[in-house]
């Protein structure tokens, strides 16, 4: 059985995943270079691979039984004209570390007052103000898969007031409480911390704009680590300006790497951090492709496996 590795680390994966299949019949083919990868995938029944890549070759009639994503997103794979009678399953169980550090980190450094603190000591200032602490601030996570919950998880421990939006409302610890969709303006009101984690679909696009920023509270801070679609730039910019918020920290855009006339670089209060939320750890990603490897092998049914009909 032939497995085409389609990605920018593929000899890491090749280090990894030969000795760890060592006793399958299994020959290993591996490039990034989008002008070899058509020669390799011909008669490849399993990919993985990251979706910019193998979206690509999908276009040019190559498709395999089962393809695996390196990324938790895979929206590269959902356009029009790209087949769906084949098995795809997304990067899920390896993110939620890495997100949680992330979000908690600038959740922390907003607490501390890192860059107030930083200026003053550039204006050589003696700054000593006593912070605040993130015990009961309320934080609100909006898309409580597999990364919210883990996020959420995480943030457990420092006291905060968990809530959660995701498309139904359901009852998941350690929640307080997770709300419908419908009830993002409201439970967003309330909110010291809005975490966006929502994957994008047709549903999760454009629905941070100047009507909700308008419904927040002047001290909360807006954490985007989910899709840039999802918020409308120049509203979220004119909220910052009207002081409609404390902040946002902004992880993923609509275009990347983020032009240089993008009004998110002279955004008063808006911190930008270049797609570095959660990067995909290879030892992790290599272990959960072995795991649904067997299950693939065994007819099983596979982590993560995307539903083409709600396009995750």
Same mark, same amino acid.
């Not at 009101?189 to 994008?200: F, R, S, T």
């Given at each position: 059985m032939r497995v085409l590795i389609a990605e920018k680390s593929h000899l890491a994966y090749v280090e990894q995943l030969r000795p760890a299949l060592s006793s399958l019949e299994l020959e290993w083919v591996a490039s990034d270079d989008p002008l070899r990868l058509p020669a390799l995938a011909a008669d490849c029944q399993i990919w993985l691979g990251q979706p910019d890549l193998v979206a690509g070759l999908l276009r040019q009639g190559f498709k395999p039984q089962w393809l695996q994503s390196t990324w938790a997103g895979i929206s590269p794979m959902l356009a029009d004209d790209l087949p769906r009678d084949y098995l795809l399953s997304r990067a899920v169980g390896i993110f @939620?570390?890495?997100?949680?550090? $992330?979000?908690l980190c600038h959740m922390l450094a907003h607490e501390r007052q890192l860059c107030a603190q930083h200026s003053a000591q550039i204006e050589k200032h003696w700054r000593s103000v006593m912070p605040p602490s993130l015990a009961g601030k309320r934080v609100l996570i909006v898309g409580c898969g597999d990364i919210g919950h883990s996020v959420a998880q995480f943030l457990a421990p420092f006291g905060v007031e968990l809530y959660g939006v995701a498309s139904q409302a359901r009852e998941q610890s350690p929640f307080i409480r997770v709300a419908a969709m419908a009830q993002l303006a409201s439970m967003a @009101?309330?909110?010291? $911390? !809005?975490?966006? !984690? !929502?994957?994008?679909t047709p549903t999760t696009q454009d629905i941070y704009n100047a009507e909700l920023f308008a419904q927040l509270k002047p001290s909360a801070v807006f954490i985007n680590a989910g899709r840039g679609v999802a918020v409308v730039d120049a509203d979220l910019v004119r909220a910052l300006e009207l002081n409609q918020l404390a902040g946002a920290v902004i992880d993923v855009c609509r275009v990347e790497p983020l032009p240089a006339g993008h009004i998110f670089w002279t955004a008063p209060r808006l911190l930008l951090t270049g797609h570095s939320s959660a990067p995909t750890l290879n030892t992790l990603m290599a272990q959960l492709f072995v795991s649904n490897l067997r299950r693939f092998m065994a007819g099983q049914a596979l982590q993560g496996q995307v539903d083409f009909s709600r396009d995750y």
């Open positions: @939620g570390q890495v997100m949680s550090e $992330y979000v @009101g309330q909110a010291d $911390y !809005l975490i966006n !984690l !929502l994957p994008d």
